[in-house]
């Protein structure tokens, strides 16, 4: 059974760093393009960054592009997202989620990030 | 960027009806769309994809159809687990967007 499993989320001020982790089991890993998806409170669904199997491909929203880094961990089936320059826009859950072609098949349950001063 | 727009954005209805809900892509998607249902606290449930391919374990009172522009998410007979929030979301074209969302209310 898949399964995705999302740490690191808290409470943060403006400008301060944070970095998320996404555990997999049930599938293998190294075979699939992961992504970060997050959600304001009370909002719809952004898709936030992608990396490919292999960390050959990797692509941000323009909302995160230079201040998020996605990188993934084959060998310890985990997925990252670094996350700098917090602002307050930045405050939602934020969800790993596998790919199905473009779509997005199994998700974890989140991670709350809240970045207030 | 593709915009995405979901219709109604809030809908009222009772156990058994048959509940249509509108997703209409601001340029040609083919039929790269996606479903997506969400409860309250927890992670979007993959329902559909391609526009009308049932994902494995779905219920087949869901259906799905439509392309290029216009797609529907249908729920045959609506059953008190469906009462949730759907999203279509694209994949033609990053960045990959999702609609704003339907809410599903009991009526």
């Known amino acids: 059974e898949v399964h995705l499993v999302e740490s690191g989320g808290g409470l943060v001020k403006p400008g301060e760093s944070l970095r998320l982790a996404c555990a997999a089991s049930?599938?293998?890993?190294?075979?699939?393009?992961m992504n970060w998806v997050r959600q304001a409170p009370g909002k719809g669904l952004e898709w936030v960054s992608t990396?490919?199997?292999?960390?050959?491909?990797?692509y941000y929203a323009d909302s995160v592009k230079g201040r998020f880094t996605i990188s993934r961990d084959d060998a310890g089936n985990s997925l990252y997202l670094q996350l700098n320059s917090l602002r307050d826009e930045d405050t939602a859950v934020y969800y790993c989620?596998?790919?199905?072609?473009?779509?997005?098949?199994?998700w974890g349950q989140g991670s709350l990030v809240t970045v207030s001063s | 960027d593709i915009q995405m727009t979901q219709s109604p954005s809030t809908l009222s209805a009772s156990v058994g009806d048959r509940v249509t809900i509108t997703c209409r892509a601001s340029q040609n998607i083919s039929n790269w769309l996606a479903w997506y249902q969400q409860k309250p606290g927890k992670a979007p449930k993959f329902l559909m994809y391609k526009a009308s391919n049932l994902e494995s374990g779905v219920p087949s009172r869901f259906s799905g159809s439509g392309s290029g522009t216009e797609f529907t998410l249908t729920i045959s007979s609506l059953q008190p687990d469906d009462f949730a929030t759907y999203y279509c979301q694209q994949y033609k074209s990053s960045p990959y967007t999702f609609g704003q969302g339907t809410k599903v209310e009991v009526k």
């Open positions: 989620a596998r790919s199905k072609g473009g779509a997005y098949d199994y």
């Open positions: 049930g599938f293998t890993f190294s075979g699939y393009s």
């Open positions: 990396i490919s199997s292999s960390s050959s491909h990797i």
